[in-house]
């Protein structure tokens, strides 16, 4: 199966409609990212394109997007300003957590790169920001078009050439983009940080990645473009760019993807289960079960844990929804009844013992298992509860009921 791309629409922070490309990997994507475009380019710049494409040849999705008012989003360029482009940036993420997964990993060219500054603090899920020649202040884009600044400032607004192409700026964006201080975001925002800068931009200078980099927090890194342009019009500057930022990412973002990794290093004889720790992050395990099937365990991050695998009582509920499932299809195929679909959820808690009636414990608090059995099929009511009867007799049901004697021995 190829990479390929799909087409993404959601609403702005203005409430327009943006238009996105959602580059994605072959197979599962280890993690998402979010790409924020420059000033008066478009998701679809080369640089853009490009390094989203190595970034999925990584495994890694990318989801780049038109702001308000450029390329093929809707609403007004000259009712936006840098504060809705951060905002954009966010509804962007809200985007994906709501439908794919929310992005580990902020990526913003030129003025891009400093609204993913502005904004990744309001991206709790991401754990790395990346910049490519980004100002250190917004305002510096206004050089761009200090000959119409009287006439901007004087008439509300002014018709500026930006890369040959006409723009309408208003005064409420030269006020909004001056307001602007990235300091205390790139301080505050309690990310791994990769700076990307040419020391020949002519349009950000390096001076920018400079005071950038003062300002961050470790873990951070700057990575010199040599002889790149501002906009890596070059195959091989992108192409650059593309492959140390997935190097680096890797490190950061595609933890699961090493734990996966740590997971194929564990391997068990047939009929035994062999548990390991990962070594990535507190409480992640790889689980081998007979050498042929490979999973992982691990708590969520609430409990302190990088959420890489299910909990051991998730798997303790999968083994025993699972043990139902596959007695109720035996049972059913032995009696020919027409079930299509077995299904069971499971939950587990602890309760009080005085509040179960059933139960020889009188004190204290027990386990329960709750299970809600689903027969699926064309059958009357009785031979549905014939189905879902048979499943209280699953070998692990059994065994969870019973005495279970549970021998441990140390290996030197």
Request: overall charge negative.
């Amino acid at each position: 199966m190829a990479p390929k791309s799909e087409k993404i629409t959601f609403a702005g922070a203005e409430g327009d409609q943006l238009v996105g490309k959602l580059d994605l990997p072959e197979g599962k994507p280890q993690a998402y990212a979010l790409w924020a475009h420059c000033f008066s380019c478009t998701k679809d710049i080369f640089a853009a394109s490009r390094v989203a494409g190595a970034l999925t040849a990584h495994g890694i999705a990318v989801l780049r997007f038109d702001f308000t008012g450029l390329g093929v989003s809707g609403g007004d360029f000259a009712n936006a300003n840098f504060s809705s482009n951060v905002g954009d940036l966010v509804a962007a993420a809200d985007h994906l957590r709501d439908n794919f997964e929310a992005p580990r990993m902020l990526i913003g060219h030129s003025l891009g790169g400093a609204a993913v500054l502005a904004g990744a603090g309001r991206v709790p899920e991401a754990e790395a920001v990346c910049t490519i020649g980004a100002p250190a202040d917004p305002a510096h884009v206004v050089h761009l078009f200090q000959a119409q600044r009287a006439e901007i400032e004087e008439k509300g607004e002014a018709e500026v050439l930006l890369a040959g192409r006409p723009f309408r700026i208003k005064k409420q964006f030269l006020e909004d983009i001056e307001s602007q201080k990235l300091e205390r975001d790139i301080a505050t925002m309690k990310k791994a940080l990769l700076i990307f800068h040419s020391p020949i931009d002519a349009i950000v200078s390096i001076d920018n990645a400079g005071q950038i980099f003062q300002a961050a927090k470790h873990p951070k890194s700057f990575v010199s473009m040599d002889n790149a342009d501002h906009l890596l019009s070059r195959k091989e500057d992108a192409t650059y760019v593309a492959d140390v930022l997935a190097a680096w990412a890797a490190r950061y973002i595609c933890s699961g993807s090493a734990a996966r990794t740590a997971a194929s290093d564990v391997t068990a004889q047939p009929g035994t289960v062999v548990v390991a720790e990962t070594g990535q992050g507190k409480f992640a395990n790889a689980i081998s079960v007979g050498g042929r099937h490979s999973l992982l365990a691990d708590e969520p991050a609430d409990y302190g844990g990088t959420d890489t695998g299910p909990t051991p009582y998730d798997l303790v509920l999968a083994g025993l929804g699972a043990c139902k499932t596959m007695t109720m299809r035996m049972y059913a195929d032995r009696k020919n009844f027409p079930l299509d679909r077995a299904r069971v959820t499971l939950r587990h808690d602890k309760i009080h013992a005085e509040d179960c009636a059933a139960c020889e414990t009188e004190v204290g608090r027990i386990d329960r298992i709750e299970t809600v059995i689903e027969v699926i099929g064309d059958m009357d009511a009785n031979t549905r509860q014939k189905i879902a009867d048979i499943a209280e007799k699953c070998p692990v049901h059994r065994t969870l009921q019973s005495e279970v004697v549970i021998e441990s021995r140390h290996k030197e």
